[in-house]
């Protein structure tokens, strides 16, 4: 999807499938993206590396939520200080 590794930013996520499914990964986006830009766009797919180093391409019609493991952890440590 993207010609080269430096030109892709990160960022962990679960991924809460149509079929029930949760899966752990990392998205793969353009550099100058973010996720809501991504999901926005244009294309069916969407880069997708599981958690055991798989390489997918995931339909955005088959996400149901995208959980951001960053935030979500950010937010915990602030309610836990």
Do not use: C, W
């Amino acid at each position: 999807m993207f010609n080269s590794q430096s030109q892709r930013k990160e960022e962990q996520v679960q991924l809460v499938l149509f079929d029930g499914r949760v899966v752990s990964g990392t998205l793969l986006l353009p550099v100058t993206s973010e996720v809501r830009r991504a999901l926005n766009g244009d294309a069916a797919t969407i880069e997708f590396l599981h958690a055991d180093g798989r390489l997918s391409l995931v339909a955005k019609q088959a996400i149901v939520e995208i959980v951001l493991v960053r935030e979500n952890e950010a937010a915990a440590a602030a309610v836990a200080a």
